[in-house]
């Protein structure tokens, strides 16, 4: 009794350094969860999922295509020219994910709207098509101004604007596109 007295603030302070190596050993051992209004692509999150669950979930992809930065796997869609991407980084979590919807399926721009709440940015994408970018959800949708029609969807973890403008949105302008040459447009 008297060791225990003794030494009971070595105890006291290998006990709590105990607890500590223990809760950061399960923190590493369990996955991040998506937030509870993340959207996801049919179950697969940006930042949270990673390949070996996508794989899981879709099979495996019709082609990757390594990169320095990780590999774009890219899967099977409605089109046959134009597969459905996925970016993962090298670590091997789903950090983007490019969706093509079959025009039978095209869901409106008021729908999505409705779904995630307003969208903070309108910008331009290739002719005829704007990006409307919902940044605190993590999703673009391209849709045709006139029609309202979405015919992509874009995934990734919510980020500020200058972040996805300088990353996701690299194929997105403030400008709209020049009018494409040759088609009796005067000089």
């Given at each position: 009794?008297?060791?225990l007295r003794?030494?009971?603030?070595?105890?006291?302070?290998g006990g709590?350094?105990?607890?500590?190596?223990?809760?950061a050993?399960?923190?590493i051992l369990?996955?991040?969860?998506?937030?509870?209004?993340?959207?996801?692509?049919?179950?697969?999150?940006?930042?949270?999922t990673?390949?070996?669950?996508?794989?899981?979930?879709?099979?495996e992809?019709?082609?990757?295509?390594?990169?320095?930065?990780?590999?774009t796997?890219?899967?099977?869609?409605?089109?046959?020219?134009?597969?459905?991407q996925v970016?993962?980084?090298?670590?091997?979590?789903?950090?983007?994910?490019?969706?093509?919807?079959?025009?039978?399926?095209?869901?409106?721009?008021?729908?999505?709207?409705?779904?995630l709440?307003?969208?903070?940015l309108e910008?331009?994408?290739?002719e005829?098509?704007?990006?409307y970018?919902?940044?605190?959800?993590?999703?673009?949708?391209?849709?045709?101004?006139?029609?309202?029609?979405?015919?992509?969807?874009?995934?990734?973890?919510?980020?500020?604007r200058?972040?996805?403008?300088?990353?996701?949105?690299?194929e997105?302008?403030?400008?709209?596109?020049?009018p494409e040459?040759?088609?009796?447009a005067?000089?």
């Open positions: 009794m008297s060791w003794k030494n009971i603030w070595v105890v006291f302070i709590i350094v105990f607890l500590i190596i223990i809760s050993i399960l923190r369990t996955p991040p969860k998506p937030p509870e209004d993340a959207v996801s692509w049919q179950g697969i999150y940006p930042g949270y990673t390949i070996q669950e996508l794989a899981a979930t879709f099979g992809p019709e082609q990757v295509i390594p990169s320095t930065n990780g590999q796997l890219l899967y099977t869609s409605e089109y046959n020219d134009r597969p459905h970016i993962a980084d090298q670590e091997g979590t789903v950090r983007f994910i490019k969706e093509h919807l079959f025009y039978e399926n095209y869901p409106t721009l008021d729908q999505l709207v409705t779904e709440g307003p969208y903070e910008l331009f994408y290739e005829g098509l704007k990006g970018v919902f940044l605190s959800k993590g999703v673009v949708a391209i849709a045709s101004p006139a029609t309202q029609r979405i015919t992509q969807k874009w995934y990734f973890e919510p980020v500020p200058e972040v996805f403008l300088s990353s996701w949105g690299k997105l302008s403030e400008q709209a596109p020049a040459s040759g088609h009796g005067p000089r």
